[in-house]
């Protein structure tokens, strides 16, 4: 009898704690506070106001010392012909020429080479200029009749774009995401019969600068998301 007694009261007591846990479970669900958490998108489209542009051009020959003074000359006329079209000297750097020597290659043929030596050399114009630089490309074909054929397809010699204004538009574009945010959320607020209440947390996303296009490197979007969790009102 002593034991059932003992027994009904761990029962009882098994029973309330339950009930307790129950209860504080609902409690918990029910003064929980709804959100909602949205993604706002903000894209610009910005031109390039940076470019740098590397002229290479190749000399063959198997005397040294008339290689460097034809590259010598040939680096004058270039830099001649940039200046007369309004680059300044100081946009215009000259690397050291990369020389080839064809008889220290170890698997060439020398048996029906012309010249032993190949020698690159790389003129670099850097500029705020975009689109100055741009309609020079399009004219450095008036260097052959100087007698400098200007050479491409090398991958590490590419033309290059940029944008380095960001800090000038990130508000603005920080206010559209922001903006845009918002409006995704009145609108889920409004269809679930609830009001938007204030911002609970936010997220600012990465910026991110890119080609439009493949075909016009000189324009470039830039975009970033953010995201907003907002509370949600009866």
Do not use: H
């Amino acid at each position: 009898m002593k034991n059932f007694r003992i027994e009904s009261i761990v029962i009882a007591v098994g029973f309330l704690l339950l009930g307790l846990c129950i209860k504080g479970g609902f409690s918990t669900f029910t003064q929980g506070k709804r959100s909602v958490n949205v993604k706002g998108l903000a894209e610009m489209e910005v031109p390039a106001d940076k470019v740098t542009w590397p002229l290479v051009y190749k000399c063959l020959g198997n005397d040294m010392e008339s290689l460097y003074a034809e590259i010598k000359q040939s680096n004058r006329t270039i830099v001649a012909f940039l200046k007369e079209k309004g680059i300044t000297e100081s946009e215009i750097s000259i690397n050291a020429p990369e020389i080839i020597d064809m008889k220290a290659e170890r698997y060439s043929d020398t048996s029906n080479m012309q010249f032993r030596y190949n020698v690159t050399t790389v003129i670099t114009v850097t500029s705020s200029k975009v689109d100055l630089v741009r309609s020079l490309i399009t004219e450095q074909g008036e260097l052959l009749n100087r007698g400098i054929a200007i050479t491409s397809g090398d991958y590490r010699y590419n033309i290059n774009y940029a944008y380095t204004g960001l800090n000038k538009i990130k508000p603005q574009m920080i206010e559209e995401a922001t903006k845009n945010a918002r409006t995704a959320a009145e609108k889920f607020a409004k269809d679930s019969d609830s009001k938007l209440g204030k911002i609970r947390t936010a997220y600012q996303g990465q910026f991110s600068i890119e080609d439009r296009d493949a075909n016009t490197p000189y324009l470039k979007k830039v975009r970033v998301v953010t995201s907003i969790e907002y509370l949600l009102e009866d």
